[in-house]
């Protein structure tokens, strides 16, 4: 039995010969021909677009414009959504290894889309107007062929070209769009261009004209749900982020086994004393091999854990200059633990600030900057002693997730000052805030000034953490998010 698109095909078919034929013979002119034969064509294409089934209501389109390994948020949104159910078509580019609990479910489609370039010659305007059509007609093709969705649900920034593509692919198949604000991606561009530049200004226009457009939108504080609200007229639903399941304390066993896996590509977490032969052993940690017993060094370092995407809005730096101020303590005659500075993540600046670090010479401080899969990066978290943010809001009104799933780990941290930051870390109860690195150097001296013992202030910030852990991401969710998507 012919299936209603063949049915079309062979409609449309029939209407491109008879076109031919009247016109040939009757002398009408083309054009003419044309546009009557879309009008009787587009009905048809319409209603193949808009073509439903039994299960279009249970499935969703989740996009993210960038590397779907590396962004946390809509993982989590694909992960509620396949727990309720729902059909999860997960649209974005693949460079990096998403979660196990992401590949693993059935209920989720991951359609990778190519990250394009534009034009290698000419202006860099030219080779940005062209990356954007050719981005957009990938998008376009991607989300127009595939089955009919309920909603898409967008994280924004990047949001050129994907809010205006999202939007038309929801007004031609009657999707609904749902916007999930992380940032205003004209102030990031604004970090390298100027505030003042015709792409910044454009880009603004952009997400102002398109914003109101989508059915729902989520943002992640409240002062960016206020702004929102007064400066572009638009509703939204505050969701905060709020760590996985899999950011918790690691358990010693789990410590000493990533750090025996990580000593074996990064020389910082190797041990160089004679016990080894005998001990299965770390820089942090030793395993009795007559019981398998494992105990933390009494003489280890402090474990210092930062993560990047190593983008203008993050000035490492400043946590470079602590750390040679950190090292100055010591030599001084500090009683203060050596460090093990460790700082994750891909981005576009990593090779110059490795370049820097290189250049360093520092004896009571070791830096890594390793990239970690995405099953190991909790357990490390977890692992850690304290936690630098240096995350400045290009906006000033969204919050960093590193420092979410930091205190889900409960796991203290030191947070560089802006605007919001506030709805996140409170000082002197689960971290500190600072201004510059020297700041930064006199929180990490004062901090570890009595590690490794629980006793101080680091420890007491550990406390706070594990009694006020707050609603889940699950709850959060299903309280904030599942109502607008089960929504008629």
Not at 48 to 58: I, N
Not at 153 to 172: F, K, R
Not at 468 to 475: A, F, M, N
Request: hydrophobic share 40%; aromatic share 8%.
């Amino acid at each position: 039995m012919a299936t209603p698109y063949t049915c079309i095909v062979l409609l449309a078919g029939s209407l491109v010969l008879l076109a031919v034929f009247y016109t040939k013979e009757s002398g009408v002119l083309w054009p003419v021909a044309v546009t009557g034969l879309f009008l009787l064509l587009f009905p048809l294409l319409w209603l193949r677009l808009r073509q439903q089934d039994r299960r279009t209501e249970r499935r969703v389109c989740v996009l993210v414009l960038g590397d779907i390994g590396r962004s946390p948020r809509m993982q989590y949104h694909a992960l509620s959504l396949s727990r309720h159910g729902y059909l999860v078509t997960f649209v974005g580019f693949s460079d990096t290894k998403p979660h196990q609990d992401v590949l693993s479910k059935e209920n989720i489609f991951i359609a990778p889309i190519t990250e394009v370039t534009g034009v290698q010659v000419g202006p860099k305007v030219l080779k940005y107007v062209t990356k954007v059509i050719i981005q957009s007609l990938q998008l376009l093709r991607v989300l127009l062929t595939m089955e009919l969705q309920s909603h898409i649900l967008l994280q924004n920034p990047p949001g050129l070209p994907s809010i205006a593509v999202a939007w038309l692919v929801c007004v031609l198949r009657g999707s609904r769009l749902v916007i999930d604000w992380h940032n205003y991606g004209y102030t990031i561009m604004a970090l390298s261009l100027g505030t003042t530049h015709p792409l910044v200004r454009l880009a603004k226009w952009y997400e102002h004209f398109f914003g109101p457009l989508a059915t729902h939108n989520l943002c992640v504080t409240n002062a960016m749900k206020d702004d929102l609200q007064i400066n572009w007229g638009l509703k939204a639903t505050t969701l905060y982020d709020r760590p996985a399941s899999i950011f918790r304390e690691t358990p010693l066993e789990q410590q000493h086994e990533l750090f025996m896996r990580l000593a074996e590509t990064y020389p910082q977490f190797r041990h160089r004393g004679s016990e080894d032969v005998e001990h299965q052993g770390t820089v942090f940690s030793v395993c009795d091999p007559t019981d398998g017993t494992v105990t933390l060094r009494i003489e280890r370092p402090a474990l210092l854990i930062s993560s990047t995407s190593w983008t203008e809005d993050e000035d490492f730096s400043i946590l470079l200059k602590s750390l040679e101020e950190y090292e100055g303590f010591i030599r001084a005659g500090a009683s203060l633990p050596s460090l093990i500075c460790v700082i994750t993540g891909k981005g576009p600046q990593k090779q110059h600030y490795k370049k820097l670090i290189d250049s360093m010479h520092l004896v009571h401080v070791d830096i890594c900057t390793p990239w970690l899969e995405a099953e190991d990066y909790p357990l490390l978290l977890g692992s850690a002693d304290l936690g630098v943010c240096l995350h400045k809001s290009s906006s000033s009104l969204d919050l960093p997730m590193k420092v979410v799933d930091m205190f889900g780990c409960c796991l203290p941290v030191c947070a560089i000052h802006f605007n919001c930051l506030h709805e996140l870390v409170k000082h002197e109860e689960n971290g500190l805030i600072f201004r510059d690195s020297a700041e930064l150097a006199e929180q990490l001296k004062s901090l570890l000034s009595e590690f490794p013992s629980s006793d101080g202030r680091l420890g007491a910030f550990r406390r706070n953490l594990r009694t006020s852990r707050g609603q889940c991401w699950d709850d959060n969710w299903d309280q904030n998010v599942l109502p607008l998507i089960s929504s008629p």
